[in-house]
């Protein structure tokens, strides 16, 4: 009979501690991580929005959902650029299906939601 592993779990409170020392600790665990995922969002958004501006540029073209996914897919590209070529492949077919999926949802959202859509205008 194979042996069952013990599952992993996070760490509990103290029977004893105050809701705000578990607040506390929460909050500690979670900055780090907060942090690291801010820093890649803000690394592909900066990439995305360059990469949006370069080829609004040069196709001379009004803004259309063509420019938007090529963008998604250039910086998914570009983000993973340096893990080689499998990753890279795969960043910018996430990229561009994310950056699609947000094109195709803009319209649903502006039907469904127009309070929500009128502050996200500028988005998309």
Known sequence: MAEERPTRRPPQAE??????????????????????????????????????SFIRDQCD???????????GASAGALYRIASGPRS?????????????????GKPMLQRFAPKLSARLDYLL
Request: a positive charge; proline letters at 2%.
């Open 88 to 104: 890279m492949i795969v960043a910018g077919i996430l990229g561009g299906v994310l950056s699609g999926a947000a094109v195709a």
């Open 61 to 71: 073209v009004a803004d259309d959902w063509v420019n938007i996914v090529a963008a």
């Open 15 to 52: 029977h004893r501690e105050s809701a705000k020392l578990r607040i506390n600790r929460a909050l500690n665990q979670g900055g780090p991580i907060g942090h690291a995922f801010g820093s890649r969002f803000g690394i592909v958004a900066m990439l995305f929005t360059r990469t949006e």
